[in-house]
């Protein structure tokens, strides 16, 4: 089947670690991006890309690091510099604005929780 | 950037009565507006958009309506279900910017 595969579902870190959520995406998409969601909040974009080793920051990208080293997965680390890391984490990927067919697709998400 | 805006933010309605919820965006070079539905632990999931070239497009109970003039999009809801209640989105983007930015979405509680 094809689709967009988030792991773990449930996260835990300590203060002061370090942890990657991974993104995984079988779409054939160019397009990839990262979300976090606070309780009863929207979707506030933190990481896109649209080409391997390429990327750009989205709205609130401060504690954050990605990489696109291939096509299919775009991981997500959560730093140390991440003063307030509890949320549920988001991934979508597309094909890019401008093409047909634009949907988003999400993969079902990580909820980190810092212990 | 792209301000985009959601209203109401949350609406309650009784079943079998119509919902509507309306999407403001800023920027004019958009051409493509989705509305996204979220269930409650999930990731959002398509459930109907519309073109530039489409002022309405209609799929059984839900239904778009675009502006583009004055840069607005709504999603209709008729005879609402329990199960219609959820979190929605919208996010109109093709324009100036790659960024795919969400509305600030709108909590519909159906009441049965």
């Known amino acids: 089947d094809g689709g967009i595969t988030q792991s773990p579902k449930y996260l835990f870190r300590k203060e002061g670690q370090n942890v990657t959520l991974s993104c995984e995406q079988n779409?054939?998409?160019?397009?990839m991006y990262w979300y976090r969601q606070d309780p009863g909040q929207g979707l506030r974009l933190i990481y896109y890309s649209q080409i391997v080793n390429d990327f750009q920051k989205g709205d609130i990208a401060e504690g954050y690091s990605v990489s696109r080293e291939k096509k299919e997965s775009f991981p997500l680390t959560v730093t140390s510099a991440q003063k307030n890391p509890t949320a549920f984490y988001l991934c979508?990927?597309?094909?890019?604005?401008?093409?047909?067919?634009?949907?988003?697709?999400f993969g079902q998400g990580t909820r980190l929780t810092v212990v | 950037g792209e301000n985009v805006e959601q209203h109401p933010s949350t609406l309650s309605v009784q079943e079998g009565d119509s919902a509507v919820i309306k999407c403001t965006y800023s920027d004019s070079a958009s051409n493509y507006f989705p509305w996204y539905k979220q269930e409650l632990g999930k990731g959002p999931q398509l459930i109907i958009d519309?073109?530039?070239?489409?002022g309405e497009k209609k799929d059984q109970r839900i239904a778009v309506t675009l502006n583009k003039t004055a840069k607005h999009f709504s999603l209709h809801i008729t005879e609402t279900q329990p199960e219609d209640s959820a979190v929605y989105f919208c996010?109109?983007?093709?324009?100036?910017?790659?960024?795919?930015?969400f509305g600030t979405g709108t909590l519909l509680a159906v009441q049965p």
């Open positions: 519309i073109r530039s070239n489409v």
């Open positions: 979508a990927s597309s094909k890019l604005p401008g093409q047909a067919n634009t949907e988003a697709f």
């Open positions: 779409l054939n998409h160019d397009a």
């Open positions: 996010a109109p983007h093709g324009g100036a910017t790659n960024k795919l930015i």
